[in-house]
């Protein structure tokens, strides 16, 4: 089943190709790798959540932030490559948690987009990754997370 027809199912919408926020490009291919820049948790033009975990958000709203950075890398990705089906498979996932010292749950965060990733792409999903904490994000976001992919 392609990519496209997957987040359908699941009754998800890939949003438009993120624009950066500064110098930088939102995604870049380099051989049968795609990198794509740290995503916020943009949907519909608006950061879903603000502040830090568990302070002003909540580890679930934190969750559905990581979501949300994923569909937007996945995003990214397609706007390089013509199409979301162009993806093979998720190679990396680089989150960051706007957190307070002592907060220790950064890969339950994160486990939003790498539970996502392994329900869109089953064994392609399968991913390496890094949780860190941060003291502070763009924008005030709660997560931000790059990626890597690989295309077909």
């Known amino acids: 089943m392609s990519l496209r027809n997957r987040l359908q199912d699941?009754?998800?919408v890939l949003p438009e190709s993120p624009k950066?926020?500064?110098a930088y490009v939102p995604?870049?291919?380099?051989?049968?790798?795609?990198f794509v820049s740290g995503q916020l948790p943009f949907s519909d033009g608006q950061l879903l959540f603000t502040g830090a975990v568990p302070?002003?958000?909540s580890v679930e709203q934190a969750q559905m932030a990581a979501r949300q950075c994923l569909l937007n890398g996945l995003a990214a990705a397609a706007g390089v490559l013509g199409s979301v089906d162009a993806i093979a498979r998720i190679i990396q996932i680089n989150?960051?948690?706007q957190s307070p010292?002592?907060?220790v749950q950064q890969p339950s965060v994160l486990n939003g987009a790498s539970e996502l990733a392994l329900e869109?792409?089953?064994d392609a999903g399968k991913h390496t990754r890094t949780a860190v904490g941060v003291s502070s994000l763009p924008?005030?976001?709660p997560v931000e997370i790059s990626f890597v992919f690989s295309r077909r």
């Open 10 to 12: 699941l009754g998800l």
């Open 20 to 22: 950066p926020l500064a």
């Open 101 to 103: 010292q002592g907060f």
């Open 55 to 57: 302070d002003l958000v």
């Open 139 to 141: 924008l005030n976001a």
């Open 120 to 122: 869109l792409l089953q």
């Open 27 to 34: 995604a870049l291919v380099v051989g049968d790798l795609v």
């Open 95 to 97: 989150g960051f948690v």
